[in-house]
């Protein structure tokens, strides 16, 4: 995956000083390298019975429903409060400094239906955390978690030790 990794820009001191930001706008607008991440991401879940893949917003938007269309699976977003227009399922969740919460339709997964969340970047791992909380509120079993980017050093992969986890390219 190094060739991937080539793609992505590092932008040194974002947002704010001493934070690395990985830049996946450069992996996107390259098309051999945006399909070899798909492709990648799908041949880890080919064969797996997955029902709905979930994106976290917003950089989960970019994945998961090129996802959905490989799997033969629905799409669902996962959205920051007020953005969805019916009625919804919640959950806060901690940040470093503070809590956030996330929403989705309450209707947007059954019962029993196998779910794969896809998104960028996995760093601490409290938003991914709470994506397989809301998935498994809402009666859908988490067939697996993959992201494009792993961030090694910030141990996220230790807040879902109970869930298949994939990722493409680790720093």
Known sequence: MNHLKALIREVKDFPKPGINFYDITTLLKDPQGFRETVDSLDAHYKGRKIDIVVGI???GYFF????ALALGAGFVPVRKPKKLPHS????AYDL???QDTLEVHA???EAGQSVLIIDDVLATGGTASAVARLVEILGGKVAGLGFVIELTFLN????LQNYDLYS???Y
């Open 64 to 67: 998961a429903p090129a996802m």
């Open 96 to 98: 470093e400094y503070g």
């Open 88 to 91: 919804v399922k919640s959950i």
């Open 57 to 59: 917003e917003a950089r």
């Open 107 to 109: 209707d947007a997964i």
């Open 156 to 159: 996220g992969r230790s807040k």
């Open 168 to 170: 493409l390219i680790q």
